[in-house]
């Protein structure tokens, strides 16, 4: 079975400013995929960022860095020079595929972040 | 359409009627699945669907919850005698290909009074 433990309910954050996500998983799976996905409150999900566990480098996307810590089982969301459109629930997930494949996700549950103008 | 398109986008329904929600994923979307989306909690997978056949349901909460792909594009969910604890959000998502990357629709708020 996966877990993902997303352990900070709601986070502030002022404008301009770079923002932690904090995600750990757990599974006995040897490979998988870890995904971010936003939130924004018209409810659809968008994907961010992926990373397979594979993967040696971590995952960039524009502003979006994933912190890919296997040892630790951690998978840190990065978003760099927040934007008060970046306000939005934040899911952290896995998938008992590494290569991209998005099957039976297994959702935290999610960080809500603010960003103050 | 360009993105997935799930119907009705609200449903209030009284405890013991059959509701139906609708999904329909991008054209050509081979996979399309269903998750169930608790408020203030983050999705459960509910089933999959590859073409028209349903290869996992093993998220299914009870035999009250039936969901079909007739054609391999359309879903719908069905869930029979509703009960409170069936209030959620039902989140619909389609794949070009096996292992593609999945893009959800807007969901469909199911409240049950």
Known sequence: AQKITQTQPGMFVQEKEAVTLDCTYDTSDPSYGLFWYKQPSSGEMIFLIYQGSYDQQNATEGRYSLNFQKARKSANLVISASQLGDSAMYFCAMSPDPNFGNEKLTFGTGTRLTIIP | ?113
């Open chain 2, 1 to 113: 359409g360009a993105g997935v398109s799930q119907s009705p986008r609200y449903k209030v329904a009284k405890r013991g009627q059959d509701v139906a929600l609708r999904c329909d994923p991008i054209s050509g979307h081979v996979s399309l699945f269903w998750y169930q989306q608790a408020l203030g909690q983050g999705p459960e997978f509910l089933t999959y669907f590859q073409n028209e056949a349903q290869l996992d349901k093993s998220g299914l909460p009870s035999d009250r919850f039936f969901a079909e792909r007739p054609e391999g594009s359309v879903s719908t969910l069905k869930i029979q005698r509703t009960q409170q604890e069936d209030s959620a959000v039902y989140l619909c998502a389609s794949s070009l290909a096996v292992g593609g990357l999945a893009f959800f629709g807007q969901g469909t708020r199911l409240t049950v009074v």
